[in-house]
């Protein structure tokens, strides 16, 4: 049996109806009507797009200038972060070589216990040297009389002034060799002076020229304090240690043997190989001394990631907030831009929803162009600011350097900041609705 | 869709504004229209014509009855279903055209194919059939600013046929044009209709709504079979 019942829509059963035992209509029970099935309309991704192009094209140049503040922005972003690069790589490289590869080691005993002896070991240089990754070390310091005062160093052994104190520095043969010196005559004092506590200095072609020597040909001798040397070599550079340039080098023994022991103030340059300083400066106090570590305090270079961002972030800082103030008001005057549109654009909202469009397919729509509109921006102003880089660099001779990261991120802020800056027009062109829009 | 059912039926279905006051643009009437028919809606202006439109074309909701389209109750329907409903069945053209000024007349009347899943290259192909038929295959090229209202309406009209809708629903279609060309679209739309074609025409012009084989006439938000002369004098019997 078959029962239809025809009721109006929406009404409330008020009886109890019964159909046949055990099957009754409750009331309350509201009746329902059977929804037909319509499969709603779509949208595809391919077509989404080529309709957005088609807007933004639509009027070219409003657009381009609509674009104007996100290529700034945008634009900005890429020149100072990839400046900033380029510089601060320029900053590694001019130092990377010489104070990568460089320790010194200072003895600090005296700060952690007054009654203690230097620090360094007599065999100090040799045993460093032992070190995997060491290239030279050796010990150097300031020469002194016991009274404290410096010595004079004349080419003869009679006095002809007050005006002959020159620094004499205790150098060991590896600290010399560490010091890389660039030699014009003669040649260095090696492990064999050292040894056998000779009597040789090297010094500078400048204080060469101050005590009236030209050449070594003839075999001259300076006399520190009263004691005769030979002049065994010139200089005229040295790569680490310039104040070497401005001293009188003797091998540490043979200071030792005439002026004793060091002061505290020696401290010994090592030269490594690359990558091996960090770990060598956390080696040398205990080769040295490894009942006192603590009387040694060795200084690795600085690291490369720290130096290049204590020079750069303040300029970074600055000029990041003017890229974000540009991107800002890039994303102003595309919210503005693709308002105007969606006014503008009114009809044309109402015959797309007349033809099937679901408002969320207009509002996707102008997303999609406010979108399209900041990633062009984007890869624009990622154009530029890599073109700007590259110029600069090339003005100022440097390498441009730009990070692959910069490059990917830059199109993807462009196009983030017209997705949000469409955010409230597409909300706009959603409500509108089809009625009022056709009625213009 | 039901074959046998009428395109449009109004049961009781009427719409008003919530007010204050309310108005009552329509009042619950009753209206069948047939597949196949030929059907002119006139009236003065301000009758309820756009009222008539709007519900018709599942634009606007009744407040009361039932709006049956091709059998489909369509008081029942979520927003995005009345959208694809209006999407496949009617085809609309409106007074103003309401071309996009920067697309070819082909690229305009693929635009009615857009949201409905047809494939690109199958949308192109329906295009240049559509305006052939209405006697624009040498103009599929062309921007509308570059076309005469006559044929900008012709497209229009292409671009409402081209999803094969079971209702062309037309506001006002020759309210832009000279007679000549008024002329030439009303022959065009009697030739679809003579096709099978369901046309209703909403007009405040007595000429147009003479060429319709059936006519309607809304008189203060009240629908009426039957012409308005007709009307008006049993109105006075």
């Given at each position: 049996?078959?029962?239809?019942?025809?009721?109006?829509?929406?009404?409330?059963?008020?009886?109890?109806?019964?159909?046949?035992?055990?099957?009754?209509?409750?009331?309350?029970?509201?009746?329902?009507?059977?929804?037909?099935?319509?499969?709603?309309?779509?949208?595809?991704?391919?077509?989404?797009?080529?309709?957005?192009?088609?807007?933004?094209?639509?009027?070219?140049?409003?657009?381009?200038?609509?674009?104007?503040?996100?290529?700034?922005?945008?634009?900005?972003?890429?020149?100072?972060?990839?400046?900033?690069?380029?510089?601060?790589?320029?900053?590694?490289?001019?130092?990377?070589?010489?104070?990568?590869?460089?320790v010194t080691v200072k003895d600090i005993a005296r700060e952690q216990n007054e009654f203690a002896d230097p620090a360094f070991p007599d065999d100090a240089?040799?045993r460093v040297?032992?070190?995997?990754?060491?290239?030279?070390a050796?010990v150097?310091w300031?020469?002194?009389?016991?009274?404290?005062?410096?010595?004079?160093?004349?080419?003869?052994?009679?006095?002809?002034?007050?005006?002959?104190?020159?620094?004499?520095?205790?150098?060991?043969?590896?600290?010399?060799?560490?010091?890389?010196?660039?030699?014009?005559?003669?040649?260095?004092?090696?492990?064999?002076?050292?040894?056998?506590?000779?009597?040789?200095?090297?010094?500078?072609?400048?204080?060469?020229?101050?005590?009236?020597?030209?050449?070594?040909?003839?075999?001259?001798?300076?006399?520190?304090?009263?004691?005769?040397?030979?002049?065994?070599?010139?200089?005229?550079?040295?790569?680490?240690?310039?104040?070497?340039?401005?001293?009188?080098?003797?091998?540490?023994?043979?200071?030792?043997?005439?002026?004793?022991s060091p002061t505290d103030a020696a401290e010994m340059?090592i030269?490594?190989?690359?990558?091996?300083?960090?770990?060598?400066a956390e080696e040398v106090p205990i080769a040295l001394r490894p009942d006192h570590p603590e009387y040694l305090k060795a200084v690795?270079?600085?690291?490369?990631?720290?130096?290049?961002?204590?020079?750069?972030?303040?300029?970074?800082?600055?000029?990041?907030?003017?890229?974000?103030?540009?991107?800002?008001?890039?994303?102003?005057?595309?919210?503005?831009?693709?308002?105007?549109?969606?006014?503008?654009?009114?009809?044309?909202?109402?015959?797309?929803?007349?033809?099937?469009?679901?408002?969320?397919?207009?509002?996707?729509?102008?997303?999609?162009?406010?979108?399209?509109?900041?990633?062009?921006?984007?890869?624009?102003?990622?154009?530029?600011?890599?073109?700007?880089?590259?110029?600069?660099?090339?003005?100022?001779?440097?390498?441009?350097?730009?990070?692959?990261?910069?490059?990917?991120?830059?199109?993807?802020?462009?196009?983030?900041?017209?997705?949000?800056?469409?955010?409230?027009?597409?909300?706009?062109?959603?409500?509108?609705?089809?009625?009022?829009?056709?009625?213009? | 869709?039901?074959?046998?059912?009428?395109?449009?039926?109004?049961?009781?279905?009427?719409?008003?504004?919530?007010?204050?006051?309310?108005?009552?643009?329509?009042?619950?009437?009753?209206?069948?229209?047939?597949?196949?028919?030929?059907?002119?809606?006139?009236?003065?202006?301000?009758?309820?014509?756009?009222?008539?439109?709007?519900?018709?074309?599942?634009?606007?909701?009744?407040?009361?009855?039932?709006?049956?389209?091709?059998?489909?109750?369509?008081?029942?329907?979520?927003?995005?279903?009345?959208?694809?409903?209006?999407?496949?069945?009617?085809?609309?053209?409106?007074?103003?055209?309401?071309?996009?000024?920067?697309?070819?007349?082909?690229?305009?009347?693929?635009?009615?194919?857009?949201?409905?899943?047809?494939?690109?290259?199958?949308?192109?192909?329906?295009?240049?059939?559509?305006?052939?038929?209405?006697?624009?295959?040498?103009?599929?090229?062309?921007?509308?600013?570059?076309?005469?209202?006559?044929?900008?309406?012709?497209?229009?009209?292409?671009?409402?046929?081209?999803?094969?809708?079971?209702?062309?629903?037309?506001?006002?279609?020759?309210?832009?044009?000279?007679?000549?060309?008024?002329?030439?679209?009303?022959?065009?739309?009697?030739?679809?209709?003579?096709?099978?074609?369901?046309?209703?025409?909403?007009?405040?012009?007595?000429?147009?709504?003479?060429?319709?084989?059936?006519?309607?006439?809304?008189?203060?938000?009240?629908?009426?079979?039957?012409?308005?002369?007709?009307?008006?004098?049993?109105?006075?019997?």
């Amino acid at each position: 049996m078959r029962i239809l019942l025809r009721l109006r829509p929406g009404l409330r059963l008020r009886r109890v109806l019964r159909l046949r035992p055990g099957l009754r209509l409750r009331p309350g029970l509201r009746l329902r009507r059977i929804r037909p099935a319509v499969p709603p309309t779509s949208f595809a991704l391919n077509d989404l797009l080529s309709e957005a192009l088609a807007g933004t094209l639509q009027r070219p140049g409003r657009s381009a200038l609509t674009a104007l503040g996100t290529v700034l922005g945008v634009g900005a972003f890429v020149a100072v972060l990839g400046l900033t690069a380029t510089a601060s790589s320029q900053i590694d490289s001019r130092f990377s070589l010489l104070t990568a590869t460089e320790v010194t080691v200072k003895d600090i005993a005296r700060e952690q216990n007054e009654f203690a002896d230097p620090a360094f070991p007599d065999d100090a240089g040799e045993r460093v040297e032992r070190l995997g990754g060491v290239e030279h070390a050796g010990v150097h310091w300031p020469v002194r009389e016991d009274t404290g005062q410096g010595l004079a160093v004349r080419t003869s052994a009679v006095a002809r002034g007050q005006n002959d104190m020159i620094d004499v520095v205790a150098t060991a043969p590896g600290a010399l060799r560490a010091a890389v010196p660039h030699l014009v005559q003669g040649r260095l004092y090696d492990d064999f002076h050292a040894d056998t506590r000779q009597r040789v200095v090297v010094l500078s072609s400048s204080i060469a020229a101050r005590l009236g020597i030209a050449t070594l040909e003839a075999r001259p001798a300076v006399f520190i304090g009263d004691q005769p040397f030979t002049i065994i070599g010139i200089i005229d550079d040295v790569k680490r240690k310039p104040d070497m340039l401005l001293s009188v080098l003797v091998p540490h023994t043979t200071a030792e043997e005439l002026w004793g022991s060091p002061t505290d103030a020696a401290e010994m340059l090592i030269s490594t190989r690359v990558g091996a300083a960090v770990q060598i400066a956390e080696e040398v106090p205990i080769a040295l001394r490894p009942d006192h570590p603590e009387y040694l305090k060795a200084v690795p270079p600085p690291d490369p990631k720290s130096l290049r961002s204590s020079v750069t972030s303040d300029l970074n800082e600055l000029f990041l907030l003017l890229a974000a103030i540009c991107l800002v008001i890039g994303a102003v005057g595309i919210a503005n831009t693709t308002l105007v549109a969606v006014l503008e654009r009114t009809g044309e909202i109402g015959l797309r929803r007349a033809l099937g469009a679901r408002s969320r397919h207009v509002a996707l729509q102008f997303l999609t162009e406010s979108g399209a509109l900041g990633a062009l921006g984007g890869l624009v102003g990622t154009s530029i600011g890599t073109v700007t880089v590259v110029v600069v660099a090339v003005a100022r001779n440097w390498t441009p350097v730009i990070h692959t990261g910069t490059l990917a991120t830059a199109p993807v802020v462009g196009l983030v900041t017209g997705l949000l800056a469409g955010l409230y027009p597409a909300v706009r062109a959603a409500r509108i609705q089809p009625v009022e829009a056709l009625r213009r | 869709m039901t074959p046998s059912a009428p395109v449009i039926a109004f049961r009781g279905v009427g719409l008003t504004y919530p007010g204050p006051p309310p108005v009552e643009a329509l009042k619950p009437s009753e209206l069948t229209i047939e597949r196949g028919d030929f059907v002119t809606v006139v009236g003065p202006s301000g009758s309820g014509k756009s009222t008539f439109l709007n519900i018709a074309g599942l634009l606007d909701a009744p407040t009361a009855g039932t709006y049956l389209l091709d059998g489909i109750d369509t008081g029942v329907l979520k927003d995005s279903e009345r959208t694809a409903l209006r999407g496949r069945h009617i085809g609309f053209v409106f007074q103003s055209f309401h071309l996009m000024p920067h697309r070819s007349a082909q690229e305009n009347v693929t635009l009615a194919m857009l949201y409905t899943g047809v494939p690109r290259a199958e949308r192109a192909r329906r295009a240049a059939e559509a305006l052939r038929r209405v006697g624009l295959g040498h103009r599929m090229d062309a921007l509308p600013s570059r076309m005469s209202g006559g044929e900008r309406q012709r497209v229009a009209i292409a671009r409402a046929l081209v999803g094969h809708p079971s209702l062309l629903l037309c506001d006002e279609p020759t309210g832009n044009l000279d007679s000549r060309n008024a002329d030439t679209l009303l022959r065009l739309l009697e030739g679809l209709h003579e096709d099978g074609m369901t046309v209703v025409v909403i007009t405040h012009d007595a000429d147009v709504a003479d060429r319709g084989a059936r006519t309607v006439t809304i008189r203060d938000g009240v629908l009426h079979d039957g012409p308005s002369r007709a009307v008006r004098e049993q109105e006075r019997a």
